[in-house]
């Protein structure tokens, strides 16, 4: 079956590092993307890996394996409005996304 | 208006109701979605339209029903609905191709009570 598996919640503090990782089964894999979702707001796009290795883009970094069909966010020098949830989904055969149920990041000062 | 809009942003209906979602894309995209997004689960796929077809998820009741008039604008019907169909209700658009998947960009949401 299709399963995409992540952490309910972290927590970390600000100015820190935080790694959340996710693990996918997907039939016909087509990519992962990862999005951040704050309370009450809409999910916005972070990344899009389809090719191994890492992919950075500011302050937020991006790293896919799909020989082991893992992959994991990792958000750098922490900031107060990084607290949201954080969401995970792939793409399968028909280029359908694939959800996981997120992972709440709380943010402490 | 930009982005994706979504209205109304919060509704409480009884069971016996009906009433509609409306979502409008401002983005020129080909393809439209309706999701269902429950506390602490996956967000669930409803309905698809794109610029190929209709494809919906098996799963959903028939007490949704959607409808897609344009690629601008796309409706999710509701009539009879339970307790358990309360949630928020996400509508997002992408540009489809044929090959490799696009981001999808969200709407606010409609957050649903089924009292």
């Known amino acids: 079956g299709q399963n995409i598996d992540q952490p309910t919640e972290m927590t970390a503090t600000e100015g820190a590092i935080v790694q959340i990782n996710c693990t996918y089964q997907t039939s016909g894999f087509n990519g992962l993307f990862w999005y951040q979702q704050h309370a009450g707001e809409a999910p916005t796009f972070l990344s899009y890996?389809?090719l191994d290795g890492l992919e950075e883009k500011g302050r937020f970094s991006s790293f896919l394996s799909r020989s082991k069909g893992y992959s994991y966010l990792l958000l750098k020098e922490l900031q107060m409005k990084d607290s949201a949830s954080y969401l995970c989904a792939s793409s399968d055969s028909n280029y359908q996304l694939i959800w996981g149920a997120g992972t709440k990041l709380i943010i402490k000062p | 208006e930009t982005g994706v809009t979504q209205t109304p942003r919060h509704l409480v209906m009884g069971m016996t109701n009906k009433k509609s979602l409306k979502c409008e894309q401002h983005?020129?995209?080909?393809?439209m979605y309706w999701y269902k997004q429950s506390a602490k689960k996956p967000l669930e796929l409803m309905f698809v339209?794109?610029?190929?077809?209709?494809?919906e998820n098996n799963s959903v009741p028939s007490r949704f029903s959607p409808e897609c008039p344009n690629s601008s604008h796309l409706f999710l019907h509701l009539h009879t609905l339970q307790p358990e169909d309360s949630a928020l209700y996400l509508c997002?658009?992408?540009?489809?191709?044929?090959?490799?998947?696009?981001?999808?960009?969200f709407g606010p949401g409609t957050r649903l009570t089924v009292t």
């Open positions: 983005l020129g995209h080909n393809a």
């Open positions: 890996n389809v």
């Open positions: 339209y794109n610029f190929k077809e209709q494809t």
């Open positions: 997002a658009s992408s540009q489809e191709g044929d090959r490799a998947p696009y981001e999808q960009y």
